[in-house]
Antibody
Framework: EVQLVQSGAEVKKPGESLKISCTAS????????VVWVRQMPGEGLEWMGN????????TYSPSFQGQVTISADMSITTVFLQWSSLKASDSAMYYC??????????????WGQGTLVGVSS | QPVVTQSSSASASLGSSVKLTCTLS???????IAWHQQQPGKAPRYLMK???????RKGSGVPDRFSGSSSGADRYLTISNLQSEDEADYYC?????????FGTGTKVTVL
């Protein structure tokens, strides 16, 4: 069974760094894309970026390029999302999702439970 | 890059049907999309992949009440025999190479 388990909620101050995780199980980790998605309070889903752990090949949304870093550790089948200097506007729920690819179409088929990040002074 | 447009809300009575629309931008009318459901306070859940031909592939455990269809640049999600647990936000997702985009979501209210 494919499972994505995300790290717990975080409360941070502006300017602090943060690294949240998404630990995968039940499939061959290096060979599937994982995406990060932001959901601000009361808002919709925003694609942040993708990583293919086996290369790793990483693509960022222009909206998030330079603002976050996506990485993976194959030894612990975990994908990370990190900030070097948080802002209050980074307060949101963050989801990871694993893509499923069929006939050239790759879609978010498995979702993590989400990690809530709060940034406040 | 494609853009997908969704209406903000829809409502229907318990036991009736509702049809949601996701419209692909000009030049992207053949794109495949995915539909996702997000119940209040929960993570999104994959419902189905939907092609421009109208062929769809549902995720594991998705009830038969959920079906997909297409017409031109429009991709539809129909929920039949609407249940209270279907009250949720529904998002469409598409992609172009390694970039992805989500629609703004449609909030479904069960009356």
């Amino acid at each position: 069974e494919v499972q994505l388990v995300q790290s717990g909620a975080e409360v941070k101050k502006p300017g602090e760094s943060l690294k949240i995780s998404c630990t995968a199980s039940g499939y061959n980790f290096p060979t599937y894309w994982v995406v990060w998605v932001r959901q601000m309070p009361g808002e919709g889903l925003e694609w942040m970026g993708n990583i293919y752990p086996g290369d790793p090949d990483i693509t960022y949304s222009p909206s998030f390029q330079g603002q976050v870093t996506i990485s993976a550790d194959m030894s612990i089948t975990t994908v990370f999302l990190q900030w070097s200097s948080l802002k209050a506007s980074d307060s949101a729920m963050y989801y990871c999702a694993r893509l499923e690819c069929h006939d050239g179409a790759c879609y978010s088929a498995y979702w993590g439970q989400g990690t809530l990040v709060g940034v406040s002074s | 890059q494609p853009v997908v447009t969704q209406s903000s809300s829809a409502s229907a009575s318990l036991g009736s049907s509702v049809k949601l629309t996701c419209t692909l931008s000009s030049g992207h009318s053949t794109y495949i999309i995915a539909w996702h459901q997000q119940q209040p306070g929960k993570a999104p859940r994959y419902l189905m992949k939907l092609e421009g031909s109208g062929i769809y592939r549902k995720g594991s455990g998705v009830p038969d009440r959920f079906s997909g269809s297409s017409s031109g640049a429009d991709r539809y999600l129909t929920i039949s025999n609407l249940q209270s647990e279907d009250e949720a936000d529904y998002y469409c997702e598409t992609w172009d190479g390694n970039t992805r985009v989500f629609g703004t979501g449609t909030k479904v209210t069960v009356l």
